[in-house]
Nanobody, 122 residues
């Protein structure tokens, strides 16, 4: 069993900051990518940011320069999303994502957290 547990969502005023955390636990052999997606009401889930092999990062154009994704370093299997200069348009449920293998044969699958609400008031 694999679990992704998110924390750090909440309500913030426009221009404020939040930091999301996600920890993956369970029977994990290897993680190749972790990241964040979000889904606003009435919209499709969209990529926010990902980090591959703990090094290479990728951001949605709408968050570049405002959000920073990082791996957990000593906190293994953890990823963070620092969100600055938040805008009302950032309001959404944010989902943690991981592409991981549970065995040495590296059969990778995608896993998702339950989601954490981020609300930015104007």
């Amino acid at each position: 069993q694999v679990q992704l547990v998110e924390s750090g969502g909440g309500l913030v005023q426009a221009g404020g900051s939040l930091r999301l955390s996600c920890a993956a636990s369970g029977s994990i052999f290897s993680i190749t990518a972790m990241g964040w997606y979000r889904q606003a009401p009435g919209k499709q889930r969209e990529l926010v940011a990902t980090v591959n092999n703990g090094i290479n990062t990728n951001y949605a154009d709408s968050v570049k320069g405002r959000f920073t994704i990082s791996s957990g370093g000593n906190a293994k299997n953890t990823v963070y999303l620092q969100m600055n200069s938040l805008e009302p348009e950032d309001t959404a449920v944010y989902y943690c994502y991981a592409r991981l293998a549970r065995n040495p044969w590296r059969n990778y699958s995608d896993y998702w957290g339950q989601g954490t609400q981020v609300t930015v008031s104007s």
